[in-house]
């Protein structure tokens, strides 16, 4: 057929599409929830919300973890006994906060959409994020670790206060004469305090025990009686479990352990950040590319509508129409795709962030606002990368930490294979004071007897009084003279013949320590390729969205150029509909070249270990050294 036996049909066709495009509407409607466009619902840009969001949510996050964090899990420990006590006596089971969540509450959600940054979305998400809260406990667990260690060198005091009576048959005419029971009475308050030295490791005892005696014996001199006594006692190792700053090598340990907590929440929070932008870019991905798949489907369907009349007027065949409508059912399904991966990753990034002023259920839903931005420029080198990733990276400070603690342990496996020498030692006075009735003995004068003009006899007790007499007060006043008093002096010694379990105990742990030397070596080597790679596929994929942006504009100009051809009969629509699939698939390209991109810039910064400090997240570890008073000495 001649090029002139198409010129009216074309003009017809061509008259038709300017017709028909500019009122006609796609027979899909988007039920994407916010369409292609972004927010339906009111955002933070400018626009009426119902309910603000939190100013500290906004805020640059805090995720230091200080010392002093455990403290809001503590009670004071005199204050809080009443209601403890009650508490052990309280029938009522309690019940967990989500064991009373309603069914009206599982149902409430908060159906509104704010439009906010990546930074905006990783802050709210730091401050809300349950998962992330739940670590951020480990260093405040790892705290009390540190406290308990401590704990060792807190004086232990005792007390007790008791009261007893016997009660028996007399054995003896002579025992408690004109009675038949023979009675003991004893009352005790006694009291002690133990220490263990920060310095030495040894442990010091005060013990002050107090006796009262009252009997109805005859032959009780002094009655009742009065006995104070004093101790004081000083267990030392002298080899084993002693050194320069041995005693406190417990406490190093924890701290050390507390600072690796640290580290972890830093490499979790480094994780979760990276988490978060993921999030962030898929949604952005998800909703270009839905824009992309809307678009060819409303191309699709024009072209369906224009074939549709150009066949009924009899100036296309029906394979043309049959062809458009082919497409036209693929661009469809192409959009469902689409809308439910937007929908999967808007309801990834909603769960995330947990943006939720409203206190309901299904937090609020978030919409990004940023867009990539492939024209930002890369000033990471190698060599910079790599020195920023030995002094940042929190798996490799919290790798260095685990050396230090393998160093720690070594020392004090070092120290157990010694043999155990310890040094006892202890000095005690005691008085006695009472009433000194005077007791006879068979009808003679016994102790505490004043008999006149009676001849004594040396060692023997003729009526003299015994020199015991006076009150508790007394007694205490006796004590401080120390004429009655008590001393001992031990040296213990003991090691096994091979010592065995100490030198496999040791072995372990220098096992332990060149484990953790070779695992921080393998770490930095993975370091450096995640370091190589992140920067390859960075530079990679700046090329790549510069490319990909090129592929589209070409692609855009051929279809333009192919729909002109086609309005004037130069081209079918198989044409038409192949140039217009090879711009879908680059407008793809772009957009995953374009997220890729930001991606690839989250895992460089990742790989440095400055993500946090690309987002103004300032992470250091705190030094979880606490020094009590017992402590000190």
Not at 304 to 318: D, E, F, I, K, M
Not at 574 to 599: K, P, R, W
Request: hydrophobic share 40%.
């Amino acid at each position: 057929m001649s090029p002139r036996k198409y010129a009216l049909p074309a003009l017809i066709a061509a008259m038709g599409w300017l017709a028909i495009v500019p009122l006609a509407r796609a027979q899909y409607q988007s039920s994407s929830k916010y369409g292609a466009a972004g927010v339906q619902a009111p955002s933070v840009s400018g626009q009426a919300v119902p309910s603000m969001i939190p100013q500290g949510e906004m805020a640059l996050p805090q995720v230091n973890v200080p010392a002093n964090a455990a403290n809001q899990f503590e009670r004071g420990a005199i204050l809080s006994l009443p209601d403890m006590f009650a508490r052990q006596w309280n029938p009522a089971e309690e019940i967990a906060p989500e064991g009373l969540i309603s069914e009206r509450y599982l149902r409430s959600s908060d159906n509104t959409a704010r439009l906010i940054t990546l930074k905006e979305a990783i802050y709210i998400a730091i401050h809300n994020n349950p998962a992330l809260r739940a670590v951020e406990l480990d260093p405040v667990a790892a705290t009390e670790g540190v406290r308990s260690a401590n704990a060792a060198f807190d004086p232990d005091t005792t007390s007790q206060l008791d009261t007893s009576k016997n009660v028996s048959p007399v054995t003896s005419p002579f025992q408690a004469p004109g009675s038949l029971a023979y009675t003991q009475k004893y009352y005790d308050w006694n009291f002690g305090v133990n220490k263990v030295s920060a310095v030495t490791n040894g442990t010091f005892g005060i013990t002050f025990d107090n006796n009262r005696t009252y009997t109805n014996s005859v032959f009780s001199s002094v009655n009742p009686l009065y006995q104070p006594t004093l101790e004081a006692s000083l267990v030392q190792p002298l080899l084993r479990n002693f050194g320069v700053n041995f005693a406190t090598i417990n406490v190093r340990l924890a701290e050390s352990a507390q600072r690796g907590s640290q580290w972890s929440y830093g490499s979790a929070l480094q994780d979760f950040v990276q988490r978060i932008g993921g999030d962030y870019w898929a949604v952005v991905g998800a909703r270009e590319n839905l824009q992309v798949a809307e678009s060819a489907l409303k191309f699709n369907s024009d072209l369906v509508r224009v074939n549709r009349v150009s066949v009924q007027v009899g100036t296309l065949a029906p394979i043309d129409l049959q062809e458009a409508q082919s497409a036209a059912a693929t661009a469809e399904a192409n959009v469902y795709a689409a809308e439910a991966a937007l929908k999967s990753s808007r309801s990834q990034l909603r769960q995330d962030v947990m943006l939720n002023p409203a206190g309901t259920f299904l937090p609020e839903n978030v919409e990004p606002s940023d867009q990539p931005n492939p024209n930002r420029e890369i000033s990471d080198t190698e060599e910079t990368a790599l020195e920023k990733m030995v002094q940042y990276s929190p798996r490799l400070g919290g790798m260095r930490e685990a050396i230090r603690t393998a160093m720690l342990q070594v020392k004090f496996q070092e120290n157990q294979l010694l043999p155990q020498l310890n040094l006892g030692t202890e000095f005690g006075v005691t008085a006695v004071t009472g009433s000194v009735p005077c007791v006879s003995n068979f009808g003679q004068p016994g102790a505490n007897c004043d008999v006149p003009g009676l001849n004594a006899t040396p060692g023997k007790f003729n009526g003299q009084k015994l020199p015991f007499g006076g009150t508790y007060g007394d007694a205490l006043n006796k004590l401080l003279s120390a004429s009655f008093y008590n001393y001992a002096a031990v040296i213990t010694f003991e090691m096994p013949l091979d010592n065995a379990a100490a030198k496999a105990a040791l072995a372990q742990s220098r096992v332990a320590y060149e484990q953790s030397r070779l695992q921080y070596r393998a770490a930095l080597n993975q370091a450096v390729t995640a370091i190589e790679a992140a920067l390859a596929n960075l530079n990679a994929d700046v090329k790549r969205a510069e490319a990909t942006r090129e592929a589209t504009y070409f692609a855009e100009k051929s279809l333009r150029d192919e729909q002109v051809r086609f309005r004037v009969g130069m081209a079918t629509t198989h044409d038409l509909l192949q140039y217009q699939s090879e711009l879908v698939t680059a407008q793809g390209n772009q957009v995953s070249a374009n997220i890729d991109l930001e991606n690839a810039r989250l895992a460089l910064w990742y790989a440095e270990g400055t993500l946090l400090r690309a987002f103004n997240i300032d992470f250091e570890v705190q030094n979880p050294h606490e020094s009590p008073w017992y402590a000190r000495f």
